[in-house]
């Protein structure tokens, strides 16, 4: 039974920053994970959930403020489910994602001998992002300052973010600071286009409704804009309408795409239509430049991608003579930032349209060193496709947050490139991984990357080389 009781108030300090955002410190031996929580704080919590080993509770009174607490910068930041930690301190921030990421590899891999660098800042806090998916919803989360107002609301028309944690609740954001302050502005206007319109939002609970997303991808480096209206049915007269009112008021939109989404999933995904414009928006990392369609995956943080691939170039050590494998390689971005410094690249990825995204962008460039293939690596990893595309002297992986399927990790054990580098945006399943690598690698060096800052999230760079290999 747990010393700490559910339904109860504990005072407590908080040492450190968890990897789910909360603030821990002990009571009674037990970990206690408290919302909103900073290292230094003296708090006064409310425990709703207890076992033996670790405890969730709310944080009720703050008793005295840590030093690492700063003034968010936006006005929604104790609201909103985007940013959680906008009131730590950036270095702390830093600081807790390194030690992640050595908890994480610590013990799985023994990384005994290797100390993880700091983390890597991010060269912008803040409107660091190139991509922001914003919901519209039939049920407004009203902030504790808006309900302080005593102001009357339309509770039924939200355009934003969700609510931490609330799949149903969305706050209708005025502002936001992690993308830009263009976005703020077609947030709030199209919010007034089609509430004057009397278009009604998606209802999730009830699969009815007509307004679904609005996602905007900007270009960091051309300054190119996408508007990508997700709805459910595709009525000419109002897609044709909401492109007047984006060509009328937003000069800077440089296209526009129809997404016509009519199942329940929550993904802005469907049916495309370009409206206007070329359907695609561009962007550059380094020296190569890159197409970016409504459903490629596109690293959000553009700065920080360049300062990531630079990381993980070095740590590959490349040389002219290279046949360099990028597995898990999306739109080719990794592939066309190392095709410089090695003699071929072979790409594989599992989205056909990312391929096809990857062989505009070789294209683009005018590199003719890359040859990408599609499939689930699963399936595509074997003995034949290292025979057709020849035994890799160098080999990166960049896999989605689930990591790499047990059996690409025993095919890379099988043939064990001398230099691998894993690049991750877990560190728990990239421990997994490297732990069922053990026997054939050992871990060079550890190097986080802060891709979101504001979040507890972690990019995170490992090289290793064959056991046997210089
Ligand atoms: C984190 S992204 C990395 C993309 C790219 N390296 C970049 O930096 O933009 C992971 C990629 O893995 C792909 N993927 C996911 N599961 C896969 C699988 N089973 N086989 C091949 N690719 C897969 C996704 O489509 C996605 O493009």
């Known amino acids: 039974m747990s010393p700490v009781k559910r339904g109860t108030l504990a005072e407590l300090d908080i040492e450190k920053l968890a990897d789910d955002g909360t603030g821990i410190g002990p009571v009674d031996g037990v970990p206690v994970h408290v919302e909103d929580a900073v290292p230094g704080d003296r708090v006064k919590a409310y425990i709703y959930d207890a076992s033996s080993d670790r405890a969730e509770a709310k944080l009720d009174t703050l008793l005295a403020p840590s030093d690492l607490r700063v003034e968010p910068r936006c006005r929604y930041a104790d609201d909103c489910g985007g940013c959680t930690w906008q009131h730590v301190d950036y270095e702390a921030q830093l600081a807790a994602k390194r030690r992640h990421v050595a908890e994480a590899l610590g013990e799985p891999t023994s990384i ?25 919803s039939t049920d407004r989360w009203l902030t504790r300052g808006e309900i302080d107002t005593g102001k009357e609301f339309d509770t039924d028309f939200a355009l ?7 799949f149903y609740k969305v706050l209708d954001l005025q502002e936001c600071h992690l993308h830009s302050e263009l976005s703020a502005r077609l947030v709030n206007r199209t919010r007034d286009f089609v509430k004057e319109k009397g278009w009604r939002p998606w209802d999730i609970r009830n699969h009815e409704g007509f307004l679904r997303h609005l996602v905007l991808r900007t270009g960091e480096q051309t300054g190119d804009c996408m508007v990508n209206l997700v709805t459910c ?13 984006l060509r009328g008021e937003f000069p800077e939109v ?3 795409v129809h997404t016509n989404h009519t199942g329940k999933s929550q993904n802005p995904e469907g049916e ?3 409206v206007f414009g070329p359907g695609v928006i561009y962007d550059e990392i380094g020296d190569y430049r890159f197409e970016i369609s409504p459903s490629s995956f596109f690293q959000t943080n553009t700065l920080q991608a360049e300062r990531l691939y630079e990381v993980a170039r070095d740590f590959a050590d490349l040389h002219p003579t290279d046949r360099l494998y990028d597995l898990y390689c999306g739109a080719g971005t990794i592939s066309l930032f190392m095709s410089a410094h090695v003699d071929e690249v072979i ?20 590199v003719d060193n890359c040859t990408f293939v599609s499939g689930d690596l699963k399936e595509l990893f074997t003995d034949d496709f290292v025979d ?25 054990a099988d043939f064990a490139p001398e230099r691998f580098v894993y690049v991750s945006c877990s560190p728990q399943t990239q421990a997994r991984d490297l732990e069922r690598l053990r026997n054939t690698y050992r871990i060079d060096a550890v190097q986080p990357v802060d891709m979101f800052p504001h979040t507890p999230h972690v990019e995170n760079v490992v090289r290793l080389t064959a056991e046997g290999g210089c």
């Not at 391929?355 to 460039?365: P, S």
């Open 112 to 136: 005994d001998d290797v100390e993880v660098r700091p983390t890597l800042p991010s060269p912008k806090q803040f409107f660091y992002r190139n991509k922001m998916d914003f919901d519209f």
């Open 388 to 412: 057709t595309h020849g035994q890799p002297d160098v080999l990166i992986v960049d896999p989605p947050r689930a990591g790499m399927h047990k059996d690409v990790v025993a095919q890379i």
């Open 272 to 274: 495309e239509q370009v």
């Open 233 to 245: 049915g595709a009525p000419e007269d109002r897609i044709s309408a909401f492109a007047d009112f």
């Open 160 to 166: 934003g973010l969700h609510a931490p944690g609330n």
């Open 254 to 256: 440089t296209t526009y």
């Open 347 to 366: 790409g594989a990825e599992l989205v056909e349209d990312a391929v096809a995204n990857a062989r505009t962008n070789v294209a683009m460039n005018g």
